[in-house]
């Protein structure tokens, strides 16, 4: 009977491959929208990183970093194409961010459900740039290593993201605001006040839900505060008879967890500013819910 030998160097492999992995995560989430795309990602880098030629890496994290960026932009490629197929509108996978608010950022804006969503419409070299630079604020130069591209290219694309997501996004209220209007909208919608429901939207509010046809919910986003209102109060009556609500941390900002029987079935998200509450995400296809449940 023989016993095999560890690897030679595999204990430091682990170590500094465990001090990085909260980062690495961070940005193939923000890369791909997706907790559950996001792990598997990681720990394919994990197992190139035991075959790779550690002892010529100068910079294990830097080295990490840039193949996790390289492989997000690859899987980004085959998501949105898997996305142009997916039933009905497609949301983020929320996370919960009361353990690890920044899942290892040093800034929290780019994981906020919105940006998120807006990041959605960027190309892959703008998500990469953006997220590499407004979530871990690497230098620019850094950056360009990644994608290998000049430093001014890099510039562009985080100025070119900046504006596009800004352009498209009100400043946000602050997370008191939001929390209190959250629950507000809960008890509006819960009790089918309409006068209460077009009071908290903002005009040109967006409400969205995220069923991926495996169950039901609407195929298409609902506009404008009168519909809207009116919309959430059409299925008051039914759709919260035995819903638990809980006002939790998802993605740095306050989700109201909807539970039946003990079991998590929508993640409730809303996105307000000044003007009152933007933007309304239903997450309820339950494979995205695994994270959270």
Do not use: C
Not at 29 to 47: C, F, I, K, N, P
Not at 137 to 147: E, R
């Amino acid at each position: 009977m023989t016993t095999e030998l560890p690897e030679p160097g595999l204990d430091d492999a682990v170590r500094t491959f465990a001090a990085v992995r909260p980062r690495l995560f961070g940005i193939a989430y923000r890369m791909l929208g997706s907790a559950t795309e996001a792990e598997d990602l990681v720990q394919d880098v994990w197992v190139r990183w035991q075959t790779a030629p550690r002892e010529e890496v100068d910079n294990p994290a830097a080295y990490l970093a840039t193949a996790t960026t390289r492989l997000a932009i690859n899987a980004l490629q085959s998501a949105r194409a898997r996305r142009e197929t997916y039933v009905g509108p497609w949301l983020p996978e929320p996370v919960d961010t009361s353990a690890d608010p920044y899942l290892g950022a040093e800034r929290g804006e780019a994981l906020e459900f919105a940006v998120l969503t807006l990041l959605e419409r960027l190309t892959a070299n703008e998500r990469a740039a953006y997220v590499l630079r407004e979530a871990f604020d690497y230098p620019y130069a850094q950056i360009a290593d990644v994608l290998q591209l000049k430093e001014p290219a890099v510039r562009q694309l985080v100025s070119r993201a900046r504006r596009r997501i800004a352009g498209e996004r009100r400043a946000s209220v602050s997370r008191r605001d939001q929390q209190q209007l959250l629950v507000a909208f809960v008890d509006a919608a819960r009790s089918g006040d309409l006068a209460a429901l077009e009071d908290l939207l903002a005009a040109d509010v967006t409400s969205t839900s995220d069923g991926g046809g495996v169950v039901r919910a609407s195929r298409f986003a609902v506009q404008g505060a009168t519909r809207v209102a009116r919309y959430v109060r059409a299925f008051h009556d039914r759709f919260w008879v035995g819903i638990d609500v809980e006002v939790a941390t998802a993605n740095g900002r306050p989700a109201a967890l909807l539970r039946r029987d003990g079991v998590l079935e929508v993640v409730l998200v809303v996105d307000a500013s000044e003007e009152g509450i933007d933007r309304i995400s239903w997450v309820m296809n339950p494979h995205k819910l695994v994270a959270l449940a």
